[in-house]
């Protein structure tokens, strides 16, 4: 549950400096805008702001609900049907035999809980870094489609003008 505190702690310091960052950025914006000059190259980098900010939430809120359920099993009494996996548990740790033995086996699955714990936060920080990129990707995409056409309405303008000023 430490390692899950941790990373809790850890999103939740992260979201709060990319919030203070949005709002620098949305300070330069709209100093921008009151100044007539241009601020589309603030956009991008508040788009990719907000959707960190989103994917910080969403981990926080996954971690509290992971930790809320942790606790919930802990204080709820465990006398229900346990399932294939709670047996095969059941039987491993009735062969144990002492506090030491008993400990051991603690300590390890600690370990492997805690390490599964750690690979899924990497993997999901990873999924969303690889979603932000994506996202930024398409922008840029859509935005030189856009050049794109722009320039192949004015090239047969420009083209013409050309054919004008050379024949004269």
């Known amino acids: 549950m430490d390692a899950v505190r941790y990373h809790l702690s850890h999103f939740m310091d992260s979201r709060k400096t990319l919030c203070d960052r949005l709002r ?6 709209e100093s921008c805008r009151q100044d007539g000059k241009p601020y589309d190259m603030y956009i991008e980098e508040m ?6 900010i989103q994917c910080q939430t969403q981990r926080i809120s996954d971690l509290q609900q992971k930790l809320m359920d942790a606790g919930e099993i802990s204080s709820t009494d465990a006398s229900g049907p346990p399932d294939s996996t709670g047996q095969i548990l059941s039987s491993r740790l009735c062969q144990l035999h002492s506090i030491q033995e008993a400990r051991i086996a603690l300590k390890y699955l600690f370990r492997q809980a805690s390490s599964s714990e750690v690979s899924k936060i990497n993997l999901e920080t990873q999924i ?3 979603q932000s990129q994506l996202n930024a ?3 840029k995409s859509e935005e030189n489609v856009s050049w794109n056409d722009k320039f192949s309405t004015e090239t047969p303008v420009l083209e013409s003008i050309c054919e004008v000023l ?3």
């Open 166 to 168: 050379k024949s004269t």
């Open 128 to 130: 969303c870094e690889l």
């Open 24 to 29: 620098t950025i949305e300070a330069r914006m």
């Open 47 to 52: 788009n990719s702001l907000t959707e960190s």
């Open 137 to 139: 990707e398409k922008r």
